[in-house]
């Protein structure tokens, strides 16, 4: 019996072994380990309860796999999309200078009187397109007026002395003559009385006492006195017409006077004119109003900023960096675009590059030669002409902000 159940006991254990290989071989066969019987308890519990997450896991597993090449072509495309970026903006960028450090600029007028009085008329409004000639307003002319006609009664009084001085130079050359020969016949008159007198005296005076008297011997004493004083008062006379030329030269410097009176009364009456004319203010060029700060009825006074007007010719003020000018030239092409107008796209040239930096005209300019020393890039203003591009419909206000690109190639 003990026999016998040994034999039975070792036959079962020879049994398992024998089982136990062959799980084992055929484990070892599909690459897993073998399982006892234990485990194939433990693993038959959960097999049952997590069958459908295997299948979730295997599906999600087989997706990922199918999916793993499209990412791969997503990659690469990327990949090329930024390469041919890169090349695309280099080839764009190469050989241009662009900076948005620019704004349009223009011609600004600005309109104020020479004269000042109460504005009675005002023909502008605001942003009004305006016409070279056309009226924009008129100052109350009253007082103008009347000084013009004031200055036109002192230029006809001037008038009338200037030509009275001239007829006194004409009576002059006939009249100073005349005086000097009238002069020179009475001197030679009271020289011949002189003469007799004398004659009288030493006849008297030579004869007998007996065949004349004291009376007669007095009278020629005083006829002679007499006479010599007419000499001398002839020739007073004679001397004080003989300078005929110099007094003649008198009534012409009066003349030369009165000229000069002729001449500032005819500048007075041309000032009033003028200031008469200025009452009127009239668009020295076409262009829009603009900044207009009066009203009619205001009192305006001279040189006072009235309104300005903006000229229709427009370019481009670029301030590049000194570094970017260095292969720029005046007539090289220009592309720009207008902030204010995306649609818009101008072209131009540049027409000249500004000899100083911004900072050189600034009202306080960089001293560089005091104390510390810090280098800093300047810009340099870039006129730049607008050739086409514009629309008549949208002018470009001045200061707006554009973005110029230069062809420097």
Same mark, same amino acid.
């Given at each position: 019996?003990?026999?016998?159940?040994?034999?039975?006991?070792?036959?079962?254990?020879?049994?398992?072994?024998?089982?136990?290989?062959?799980?084992?071989?055929?484990?070892?066969?599909?690459?897993?380990?073998?399982?006892?019987?234990?485990?194939?308890?433990?693993?038959?519990?959960?097999?049952?309860?997590?069958?459908?997450?295997?299948?979730?896991?295997?599906?999600?597993?087989?997706?990922?796999?199918?999916?793993?090449?499209?990412?791969?072509?997503?990659?690469?495309?990327?990949?090329?999309?930024?390469?041919?970026?890169?090349?695309?903006?280099?080839?764009?960028?190469?050989?241009?200078?662009?900076?948005?450090?620019?704004?349009?600029?223009?011609?600004?007028?600005?309109?104020?009187?020479?004269?000042?009085? /109460?504005?009675?008329?005002?023909?502008?409004?605001?942003?009004?397109?305006?016409?070279?000639?056309?009226?924009?307003?008129?100052?109350?002319?009253?007082?103008?007026?009347?000084?013009?006609?004031?200055?036109?009664?002192?230029?006809?009084?001037?008038?009338?002395?200037?030509?009275?001085?001239? /007829?006194?130079?004409?009576?002059?050359?006939?009249?100073?003559?005349?005086?000097?020969?009238?002069?020179?016949?009475?001197?030679?008159?009271?020289?011949?009385?002189?003469?007799?007198?004398?004659?009288?005296?030493?006849?008297?005076?030579?004869?007998?006492?007996?065949?004349?008297?004291?009376?007669?011997?007095?009278?020629?004493?005083?006829?002679?006195?007499?006479?010599?004083?007419?000499?001398?008062?002839?020739?007073?006379?004679?001397?004080?017409?003989?300078?005929?030329?110099?007094?003649?030269?008198?009534?012409?410097?009066?003349?030369?006077?009165?000229?000069?009176?002729?001449?500032?009364?005819?500048?007075?009456?041309?000032?009033?004119?003028?200031?008469?004319?200025?009452?009127?203010?009239?668009?020295?060029?076409?262009?829009?109003?603009?900044?207009?700060?009066?009203?009619?009825?205001? /009192?305006?006074?001279?040189?006072?900023?009235?309104?300005?007007?903006?000229?229709?010719?427009?370019?481009?003020?670029?301030?590049?960096?000194?570094?970017?000018?260095?292969?720029?030239?005046?007539?090289?092409?220009?592309?720009?675009?207008?902030?204010?107008?995306?649609?818009?796209?101008?072209?131009?040239?540049?027409?000249?590059?500004?000899?100083?930096?911004?900072?050189?005209?600034?009202?306080?300019?960089?001293?560089?030669?005091?104390?510390?020393?810090?280098?800093?890039?300047?810009?340099?203003?870039?006129?730049?002409?607008?050739?086409?591009?514009?629309?008549?419909?949208?002018?470009?206000?001045?200061?707006?902000?554009?973005?110029?690109?230069?062809?420097?190639?």
């Amino acid at each position: 019996m003990a026999e016998h159940e040994r034999h039975d006991g070792g036959d079962e254990a020879a049994d398992r072994r024998a089982l136990q290989d062959d799980d084992q071989d055929g484990d070892g066969a599909e690459g897993k380990p073998a399982d006892d019987g234990k485990a194939d308890k433990r693993t038959s519990g959960r097999e049952s309860g997590d069958g459908d997450q295997s299948d979730e896991d295997a599906k999600h597993d087989e997706e990922r796999n199918r999916a793993k090449p499209f990412v791969r072509v997503a990659l690469v495309l990327f990949v090329l999309l930024l390469v041919s970026g890169g090349v695309y903006y280099w080839l764009t960028t190469r050989g241009k200078q662009t900076t948005d450090d620019a704004f349009t600029a223009g011609r600004l007028i600005t309109i104020a009187p020479h004269v000042s009085g /109460y504005v009675t008329e005002l023909d502008v409004n605001d942003n009004e397109f305006v016409h070279q000639g056309q009226l924009l307003l008129r100052i109350d002319q009253r007082d103008y007026l009347a000084a013009r006609d004031q200055s036109k009664a002192s230029l006809d009084s001037a008038k009338s002395q200037v030509q009275s001085s001239k /007829y006194g130079v004409e009576v002059a050359k006939q009249t100073f003559p005349a005086q000097l020969k009238q002069a020179q016949g009475a001197l030679l008159m009271a020289q011949a009385q002189e003469f007799r007198a004398e004659t009288d005296y030493r006849r008297q005076h030579s004869i007998e006492r007996a065949a004349t008297t004291q009376q007669d011997i007095d009278y020629s004493t005083a006829a002679l006195d007499q006479a010599k004083a007419q000499v001398i008062e002839a020739q007073g006379q004679v001397a004080q017409a003989t300078p005929v030329a110099p007094q003649i030269s008198t009534q012409s410097t009066r003349v030369d006077q009165q000229s000069s009176a002729l001449a500032e009364a005819q500048a007075e009456l041309d000032r009033a004119n003028l200031n008469l004319e200025w009452t009127t203010i009239r668009a020295p060029n076409d262009g829009w109003i603009a900044q207009r700060n009066i009203e009619r009825g205001s /009192y305006v006074t001279s040189g006072q900023a009235l309104f300005s007007i903006v000229e229709p010719d427009v370019w481009i003020t670029a301030n590049f960096k000194e570094t970017e000018i260095t292969r720029m030239r005046a007539g090289q092409p220009v592309r720009i675009s207008v902030d204010a107008y995306p649609d818009l796209h101008l072209s131009g040239h540049v027409d000249s590059i500004q000899l100083g930096a911004g900072s050189a005209f600034s009202a306080f300019p960089p001293e560089n030669a005091t104390g510390n020393f810090v280098k800093i890039v300047q810009r340099v203003p870039v006129k730049i002409v607008i050739d086409s591009g514009l629309d008549p419909l949208a002018p470009l206000p001045i200061g707006i902000s554009v973005e110029p690109t230069v062809d420097i190639q």
